[in-house]
Structures are given as structure tokens and as C-alpha cells.
């Protein structure tokens, strides 16, 4: 099974422990709204399981797939409050299928405004 297989599983699942597992200790996050990477699995974590409960609902489909040797693009969609959500997750892996680095970039901005605020929400929220 590959990293994308085990990601495309979670995003099934919704399997906490999968994700955990699924992330190198040394994984990097770049958010569409946070200027400086987050670094670390605990953080990384914590913003993918955030974002997961905030845009991974009943809506949300990848609709596109670029694959590399070590990472994929996956184009995603979701509406939310009635504001189209388009965006990319960039992910990276290493050798034994863990994600490296997770970059997501969202469009339109009412999008993005929206989202900043649904994050900071959830990521306030008690785990």
C-alpha cells in the first residue's frame, strides 16, 4: 500500500490513529492562512485532523490526481454555508509511504476567509 493509498484510507476512515501513524515524526504543514510552516508530527496532526473535521464532510470530493515519485496533487471541493471551496493538497512522502510535508492552497478568497475562521475554531476547540 502506498502513502497516497493510506491517505485516500483515512480520508475514508476518519481513523485518528491511521493519520497518526501516517506522519513521519519530522512532518512539515503549510496552511493557506498561517505564514510560517508548522513543523513536527503533533502539530501537523493537529491541523489535519482539524481540517478534516472542518472541510472532510459530506460534500467534500477529490476531483483531480497528479502523482509523482514521492507525492501527489489532489484537487478537492466541498461547499460550506453555500461558499464553493476549491483547493490542492500538495503532499509529500518519504521512501516508507509517510507524509513529509502537507501543503494545502485554497480558493476564492471568501473561501479562504471562511476557513481561517472554521480553523481557528476548531483548532481552539478542546481535542
Known amino acids: 500500500m502506498t502513502g497516497l493509498d493510506s491517505w485516500y484510507g483515512y480520508m ?3 481513523d485518528r490513529a491511521a493519520l ?3 506522519l513521519h515524526p519530522d512532518a512539515v504543514f503549510e496552511s ?17 485532523s ?5 472541510l472532510g464532510g459530506p460534500g467534500f470530493l ?7 515519485e514521492s507525492g ?3 484537487e478537492f471541493k466541498n461547499v460550506i454555508d453555500g ?5 490542492v493538497d500538495i503532499i509529500t512522502f518519504d521512501s516508507e509511504g509517510r507524509i ?5 492552497m485554497v480558493r476564492p478568497l471568501k473561501a479562504v476567509n471562511m476557513l481561517h475562521r472554521l480553523m481557528a475554531e476548531q483548532l481552539a476547540a478542546p481535542s
Not at 493557506?32 to 489535519?48: M, N
Not at 461558499?83 to 483547493?87: K, T
Not at 513529509?100 to 494545502?104: D, L, R
Open 12 to 14: 475514508k476512515s476518519h
Open 20 to 22: 497518526w501513524d501516517l
Open 32 to 48: 493557506p492562512v498561517v505564514h510560517s510552516p508548522q513543523r513536527g508530527r503533533d502539530i501537523t496532526f493537529k491541523y489535519l
Open 50 to 54: 482539524s481540517a478534516e473535521k472542518v
Open 62 to 68: 477529490y476531483v483531480g490526481e497528479w502523482k509523482s
Open 72 to 74: 501527489a496533487v489532489l
Open 83 to 87: 461558499i464553493e471551496i476549491n483547493g
Open 100 to 104: 513529509t510535508h502537507f501543503k494545502v
